[in-house]
C-alpha cells in the first residue's frame, strides 16, 4: 500500500475508534492510540501532531451532533473523583478537660469511616469564555450557617444508622479568558471558584473554594520563565443589618522557572487582607476551627470577635530536582522536591509568626507511581484567620480556649505545631492509596494543659477521572 494511502486509511481507523469513545476518554484514548503509531515507526512526529488535531476537531462536531450543543460550545470536560477514608484519633491516657460551662470530660480515642464525593463539567464557550459547575458531599454545621455546609471540608462521616447525605454546591463561576496567547495571559472569574492563589495549608485548606471575583495576568518570557500575578476579592459574609460586610482581598505575584531539564523552582510573595474582622464572630460563619485571640462582645450582629486584624505577608518557594535515570520502584524520572513558607500578621503584636519546611521524593497520580513527603509546621494563634486554614491538623485543648464557643479536648485551626508524614502508591491511574500520620502539639497550651500532643491518622483510596 501507497505511504499516503496507507496514513489515510490509519486516520480513518482512528477517527472511527475514537467515535465510539466516551467523551470523558476521548484526549487520553487517542493519544494512546497516535503514541502507539509513533513508537512502532507507522507515523511520523509531525503526522502525528497533525493527526491528533484533526482527531480532536472531527471528534468535537461528531459530538455536537450526537448531543445537540449549540455552536457556541467548543469543548465538554467532565470529571469526578471519590475517596474513602478511615481516620483515627489518638490521645491515650484518657486525659480529662474541661468545657466552657465548667464541666469536666474524658478524652477517649476514637475511629471513623467517611467519603468526598465530587462530579463537575467544565464548559468552553466561543470567544474565550468558560464556565464550571462541580457538586460536592460535605456535612452541615451547627453554627454558624444559613445556606451550605462546611467551608473547608467535603467529607461525610457514614453514622446515623445510614441516614441520607447531602449534596451541595462546591464550584459555579464563569471565567472570561480576555488575553489567551502563547507570551501573554489574562483571565476574569467571578463566582465560587477554585482558589486562585498558591498557598500552603497555613493559608487556606486545600478544600476551600472562595467566593467573589478573581484576575489572574501572565507573562511567559521564554519556555523557561514566566511570571503571574494572582488578585482576589471575596465575600465572607452577607450581614444583613449593616453595610460593614467583611471581606477578603489578596494579591501574590509568581515567578516560575525550568534552570534546566533536571532543575525547576517556583517563587512567591502574597500579601492577604481581611476587612472588618470584627463582623466574625462566632454566630456569623460556620466556626469550625479555633486558635485566634478573641473578645467578648463586639456588635449586635456579631459576638465573640477576633481581638486582632488580619494583615498577613506571606512568601514561599519551591525547588524540584529531576532523577533523570529515575529509581528502583519508579518508571520514570524521580522528581525531589524542596518547599517551605514563612507567614507574618503584620496587625496583630503577639503571636503573630509561622513557617513551613518539607521535602517530598516521587509524585503518584499515575500507575505504578509513589511518593514519600515530609513537612514540619509552625503557626501560631494570631498569625491568620483560623477559619481558613487546615481541618486536618490539630492537637488537645485541656480546657476551652476563652471566647472560642468550643470545649477543651481535640481541636484544629492556629496555634499548632508538630509534623505531618505522607505516603501516597497508584497501582492504577485512576486510583491512589494514601496514608497519612500528623503528630502535632499546641505551640501555646492554654492554662491547665499539660500534655498537648495528639495523633491523628487517615487512610484513604481514591479514584478520580
Known sequence: MKPIKSRLVIQGLVAATLMVVRPGMHAQSSDAIIDKLVEKGILTVDEAQELRQEADQGFDEAFKVKTGLPEIVTGLDFHGDFRGRFEGFYKGGNPKYLN???TTSTWVDRNRWRYRARLGVTVDLVDNFEMGFQLGSGELSTVGVSSGTDPISQNTTLSDDAAKKGIFIDLAYATWYSLKGPEWMASTTFGKMNNPFVVSDLVFDRD????GLAQTFGRRFSDEHSVNLL????????ISTSSSDPYLFGGQPRWDSQWSQKVSSSLGFGLFSVVNREMLGNN???NINIGNDRIAGGTSTATNTPAYAFNLLEADASVTYLVENGVPLYNTKFPITLSGDFLHNLSAPVRNNGFSAGIQFGKSGKKGLWDVAYRYKYLEGNTWYEEFLDSDSGAFYGSSLAYSGWDG?????TNIKGHVVKLQYSPFDVVTLGLTGFFTELVNPVPGTTDTSFIRVQADAQLKF
Do not use: I
Open 284 to 286: 456569623n460563619v460556620p
Open 100 to 102: 466552657e460551662n465548667g
Open 409 to 413: 479536648g481535640y481541636r484544629t485551626g
Open 208 to 211: 476551600y473554594t472562595p467566593e
Open 231 to 238: 488578585l482576589g476579592g471575596f465575600v465572607l459574609d452577607e
